[in-house]
C-alpha cells in the first residue's frame, strides 16, 4: 500500500515537472523571439522617383541638375531613377514616353510642354490631377493666367510649370554685326520684318562669304520648323499665326489670307537654302552645335528658343562679344512652358509630389531658370540674371502680345506638326538642290492643305475660340 502510494505520487511528480519543463520551453521560445534579431529578410524597397526628361545639352542638363539637389535636400530618401532621352525638343523622347504610358508601365514623372502636348495625354486619359499641388503651393496666385490655362483642362490642373521659354528670339555675333554695320544699315533687329531679315542674311554673304549668314541645324528637323514658326508670326502676326496652327480658318481656300503668310515664309526658307544662306552642314547638326557656330563667329544669327542662352553660359561664351541676343519681333513673346505631371498609376505618387512641389518652388524654380535661360514660370521669383538678356524677356513676358509655340508644344496637334517637319526639310531640301521655288511652295501648300485634313488639326481644339490662344497687349 505505501509503496503503491509512493509510486503514484513520484509518477505526478514527473508529469508536473515535465509539465513545468513543457510551459518554460513555450515561454522561452517567445521571449527569446522577443529579444532574438530578426531573421535576415530583404530591406523595404527604397523609395525611388523615376524620371524622364530631355535635358542633355549643354545648359540643359546642369538646369535640372540643380532642381535635383533642392529635391534632394528636401528628401533624401527618395532615389532618383533619371532618364535622360537625347535629342532636342523631345524628338526623341515623346515617342519612348507614349510607349511607356500605352503598355502601362508608367514613369513616376515626366517633361511635358504646357499647352496642346499635355493635353494629349489628358484626352488619352493618362494623367491624373494635379490640383492639391497647385493648392498647397498657392500656384494660382504667382502663376500668370496664360500659363494657367495651359496647365488646366476640363476644370483642373495636370501639370505644374518650372519656367517660360521664349522661342522668338535673334541669336547673333555682335562682332561681325559691328564689322559689317548691320544695325546702323538696317535698324534694330526687334523689328526687322521678314525682308529685312532675308536683306540682311544676304549682305551678310556678300561681304563675309566665310561666314555663314543663318545658323541652322536640321538634324532632328524641328529647328526648321521653329524657324518657319518664328517668321510666321513676323510675316503675319499673331493672329495669322494662332489660325493657322490650330487650323481654325478657311484652310481649303487658299485665298484665305492666311495662306499668303505661310507662302511667304515657305518662300523665304526656299530662298534661304537656294541661296546658300545656312551653314551647308546644317542637316548634320543639333541645335546646340549650331548656336556654337554663332559664338565661334562661324555664323552671324540663328533664330532659336531662349534655351540657346542656357547654352552660351554652359561654355562660357562671351555676352555682347561673342553672343547678343534680339527678341525677334519684340511685340509678341511665343511662350513655351516645360512642366511635370504626375501619369495614372506612378509607382511612387507620395515621391511625385514632393517633386512637383520642388518644380513649383520658388528655390527651384530660381536654381533652374538661372540657368535654363528661360525665366521662372513664378511671377514672384526674380533671379539675379547674369546676362542682360533675359530681363528683357522678363519685362516683355508682361508686355508683349503672347502667343503659345506650335513646335514646342504649346498651340497644336503632335500629329500636324510632325507633318510641318517632314514637309518644311523636303522643301529646304529640294531648293537647295536648285528647283523652281515657286512650284515648291505651291507643292508644300497643298502637303500642308493635306496634312491639316488628314490629322483632324481643326477637331484638335473644339470648343476652344482663337482669343484663348493669345493674350493680347
Ligand atoms: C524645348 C524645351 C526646352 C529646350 C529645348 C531644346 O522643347 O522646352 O526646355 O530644352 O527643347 O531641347
Not at 500659363?147 to 510649370?161: D, I, R, T
Not at 520684318?193 to 566665310?210: G, H, M, Q, S, W
Not at 511667304?264 to 542637316?283: C, R, S, T, W, Y
Not at 511662350?335 to 511625385?352: E, G, I, Q, R, T
Request: glycine share 6%; hydrophobic share 45%; aromatic share 12%.
Amino acid at each position: 500500500m505505501l509503496l503503491r502510494k509512493a509510486a503514484v505520487k513520484t509518477s505526478t511528480i514527473i508529469i508536473i515537472a515535465l509539465v513545468l519543463v513543457v510551459i518554460a520551453a513555450i515561454a522561452g521560445y517567445y521571449a527569446g523571439a522577443a529579444v532574438a534579431p530578426a531573421a535576415p529578410t530583404t530591406p523595404p524597397p527604397k523609395p525611388q522617383l523615376i524620371i524622364y526628361h530631355w535635358w542633355t545639352a549643354g545648359g540643359e542638363k546642369e538646369a535640372i541638375d540643380a532642381v535635383f539637389d533642392v529635391f534632394k535636400k528636401a528628401n533624401p530618401e527618395i532615389e532618383i531613377v533619371e532618364n535622360p532621352v537625347a535629342g532636342g525638343a523631345g524628338a526623341v523622347m515623346k515617342a519612348v514616353i507614349w510607349g511607356l504610358l500605352a503598355s502601362g508601365t508608367p514613369p513616376d514623372t515626366f517633361q511635358v510642354h504646357a499647352g496642346g502636348e499635355l493635353k494629349e495625354y489628358v484626352d488619352a486619359g493618362y494623367l491624373d490631377v494635379v490640383d492639391s499641388v497647385w493648392e498647397e503651393l498657392g500656384l494660382e496666385d504667382v502663376i500668370p493666367e496664360t500659363l494657367q490655362a495651359m496647365c488646366k483642362f476640363e476644370g483642373h490642373y495636370y501639370a505644374v510649370p518650372i519656367n517660360v521659354h521664349r522661342s522668338n528670339v535673334l541669336w547673333y555675333n555682335p562682332k561681325i554685326f559691328n564689322e559689317l554695320g548691320i544695325i546702323d544699315k538696317f535698324g534694330d533687329p526687334r523689328t526687322w520684318d521678314l525682308d529685312t531679315f532675308i536683306e540682311v542674311a544676304r549682305y551678310i554673304k556678300e561681304n563675309k562669304p566665310d561666314v555663314a549668314p543663318i545658323a541652322m541645324a536640321s538634324r532632328n528637323k524641328w529647328p526648321l520648323t521653329h524657324l518657319f514658326e518664328v517668321l510666321l508670326v513676323l510675316r503675319g502676326g499673331p493672329e495669322v499665326y494662332a489660325k493657322f496652327w490650330t487650323g481654325m480658318f478657311d484652310y481649303k481656300n487658299s485665298a484665305d489670307p492666311v495662306w499668303a503668310a505661310v507662302k511667304d515664309v515657305l518662300k523665304a526658307l526656299a530662298i534661304m537654302a537656294q541661296e546658300g544662306l545656312f551653314n551647308a552642314n546644317h542637316p548634320e547638326l543639333t541645335w546646340d552645335q549650331a548656336a556654337a557656330l554663332v559664338y565661334q563667329g562661324k555664323a552671324a544669327m540663328y533664330v532659336h528658343g531662349d534655351w540657346v542662352a542656357g547654352y552660351f553660359m554652359s561654355v562660357e561664351a562671351k555676352y555682347g562679344e561673342e553672343w547678343s541676343a534680339a527678341p525677334f519681333p519684340k511685340a509678341v513673346f511665343i511662350l513655351l512652358s516645360d512642366s511635370f505631371n504626375m501619369p495614372k498609376n506612378a509607382p511612387h505618387p507620395d515621391a511625385v509630389k514632393a517633386w512637383l512641389k520642388a518644380v513649383g518652388s520658388s528655390e527651384g524654380q530660381e536654381k533652374f531658370n538661372l540657368i535654363k535661360g528661360s525665366i521662372p514660370a513664378r511671377v514672384d521669383v526674380a533671379p539675379a540674371y547674369p546676362d542682360p538678356y533675359r530681363p528683357e524677356t522678363a519685362d516683355d513676358f508682361k508686355k508683349s502680345t503672347l502667343v503659345p509655340s506650335a513646335v514646342h508644344g504649346g498651340i497644336s496637334k503632335e500629329a500636324f506638326v510632325t507633318e510641318m517637319h517632314n514637309i518644311v526639310t523636303s522643301l529646304v531640301t529640294s531648293a537647295a538642290t536648285g528647283a523652281d521655288i515657286d512650284t515648291l511652295v505651291d507643292a508644300s501648300t497643298t502637303q500642308i492643305m493635306q496634312a491639316i485634313d488628314r490629322t483632324g488639326l481643326p477637331d484638335f481644339w473644339k470648343g476652344y475660340t482663337i482669343d484663348y490662344f493669345i493674350t493680347k497687349r
